[in-house]
């Protein structure tokens, strides 16, 4: 059974940093590209960040590029994001992934965590 369990969300303040964590199990973690998306209310899942199955090559969302930072440890199965000089629209539920192979659309993600709310405000 493939989990997928994200962590470190919560509630910051306008223009700080955060880490996003998100640990895989039941699947070969080495094999598949991760993802992380994020839905804020009344909008579309989108991509934040991606990163391939070797690390090699990462997708930045147009919405967050200059400020966030994947990466992978496949030695404990976990992909982490972080992200800095976050702004109120930031706020969504963010999603951990995991797929095939390297892509901006959330719909070639086979499998996903429950996800984890960041709410930015002062």
């Known amino acids: 059974q493939v989990q997928l369990v994200e962590s470190g969300g919560g509630l910051v303040q306008p223009g700080d940093s955060l880490s996003l964590s998100c640990a895989a199990s039941g699947l070969t973690f080495s094999s598949y590209a991760m993802g992380w998306f994020r839905q804020a209310a009344g909008k579309e899942r989108e991509l934040v960040a991606a990163i391939s199955w070797n690390g090699g090559f990462t997708y930045i969302g147009d919405s967050v590029k200059g400020r966030v930072t994947i990466s992978r440890d496949d030695a404990k199965n976990t992909v982490y994001l972080q992200m800095s000089s976050l702004n109120p629209e930031d706020t969504a539920v963010y999603y951990c992934?995991?797929?095939?192979?390297?892509?901006?659309?959330?719909?070639?993600?086979?499998?996903w965590g429950q996800g984890t709310q960041v709410i930015v405000s002062s």
């Open positions: 992934a995991a797929g095939k192979g390297l892509d901006y659309d959330h719909r070639q993600y086979g499998y």
